[in-house]
């Protein structure tokens, strides 16, 4: 490989999307690959800090455009100290979350110029795309609930349903725009079901 491979996962809150995660990176390691897992927003000291920022629930009254940036800065930083390094060893970086997330929620979700977003975050990428992104693909409803069960809600958590439905369609639209790169995994199934898919789909590129 000449140059490593860059997985992201993408769905909404509470898609399973942590555990799948574990899944792969121990089957990609398995087979004998070096692999780095990393998340955003975060993933990096200064991107971490960014991060409890924007998912600070005290912070209520942070503009939409404020969050596009933050996304955006700690995204530069994630590119800059460990994705572009990792990939140009040879390494598998998987992502938890990328710039889809901020196409649907700040785009679809928040109503942020789609066109601004891509312009902010073409700065951020520094040429840097997703060579696979798996959707996890599972009724916002259904998953949410599951979520705030097990951990309780963060800023955007606590956003209404309607909100976290225009993100999922969000999702169903960029699947259907890019299908070359973006796989919907359907994810209202059990976890070995789920990991099935995954690792079948995983296995044309590994
Ligand atoms: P997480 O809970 O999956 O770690 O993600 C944190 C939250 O941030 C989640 O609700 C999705 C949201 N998010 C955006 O709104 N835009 C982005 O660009 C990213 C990366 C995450």
Avoid: W
Avoid at 79 to 85: A, G, M, R, T
Avoid at 136 to 163: C, H, K, N, W, Y
Wanted: glycine content about 8%; overall charge negative; some cysteine.
């Amino acid at each position: 490989m000449k140059r490593g491979l860059f997985i992201t996962t993408e769905g909404t809150d509470g898609s399973g999307k942590t555990t799948q995660i574990k899944l792969i990176e121990s089957y990609l390691k398995g087979k004998g690959f070096e692999v780095v897992v990393t998340r955003e927003p975060g993933g990096t000291s200064i991107g971490e800090k960014i991060r409890s920022i924007i998912l600070d629930t005290e912070n209520s009254d942070m503009a939409y455009i404020t969050e596009m940036m933050l996304y955006a800065s700690a995204r530069a930083q994630l590119v800059n100290e460990l994705i572009k390094p990792s990939l140009s060893e040879g390494k598998v970086v998987i992502c938890d979350r990328f710039i889809d997330s901020s196409y649907v929620y700040q785009g679809f979700g928040r109503n942020i110029d789609i066109e601004l977003i891509e312009r902010v975050n073409r700065i951020a990428l520094d040429g840097i795309m997703p060579d696979v992104t798996l959707f996890f693909d599972i009724d916002p409803e259904v998953a949410l609930e599951r979520r705030i069960q097990s951990t309780g809600a963060d800023r955007i958590e606590r956003e209404a349903m309607d909100f976290h439905r225009k993100v999922y369609n969000g999702y169903k639209k960029l699947a259907s725009m890019y299908p070359d790169r973006i796989k919907a995994i359907e994810s209202n199934r059990n976890i070995e079901e789920i990991f099935s898919d995954v690792k079948a789909y995983l296995d044309k590129f590994s």
